[in-house]
């Protein structure tokens, strides 16, 4: 049961990364063309450049800002990533280490490390 839930998680995070899929990309495509934006305006030496620079940074901050929803994407990437960590462990099968000097629990700690 445990494995059918993780599956129906798994599904559900699936569709919402890819319903999220293209402002994901046109995210960061806005924020790199700010940072490219960004760097333009600094090397710019004069003001009617300065302001061109401005002008289109206003441009791409408000697509990137009608995009930022696309972060729920990026959580469902997060938890894809958590369900498949937690799919392939185990869980509970990982010997305890015995660090007495009993001999009963000596043999208990010889004895795991002959299983492995």
Same mark, same amino acid.
């Given at each position: 049961m445990?494995?059918?839930?993780?599956?129906?998680? !798994?599904?559900? !995070?699936?569709?919402?990364?890819? !319903?999220?899929?293209?402002?994901?990309?046109?995210?960061g495509v806005s924020v790199w063309l700010l940072y490219v934006v960004f760097k333009k305006f600094m090397k710019s030496e004069t003001? !009617?450049?300065?302001?061109?620079?401005?002008?289109?940074?206003?441009?791409?901050?408000?697509?990137a800002v009608s995009n930022v929803y696309a972060v729920i994407g990026l959580a469902a990437a997060y938890v894809l990533y958590l369900i498949y960590k937690h799919w392939n462990n185990k869980g509970g099968s990982e010997t305890e280490v015995f660090t007495s000097n009993d001999p009963f629990t000596n043999f208990e700690r010889q004895w795991a490390e002959l299983k492995k």
């Open positions: 445990k494995k059918f839930l993780l599956f129906l998680a !798994a599904l559900i !995070a699936l569709g919402i990364l890819l !319903a999220n899929l293209g402002p994901m990309i046109l995210l003001t !009617a450049g300065k302001i061109g620079w401005v002008v289109l940074g206003l441009i791409i901050t408000s697509v």
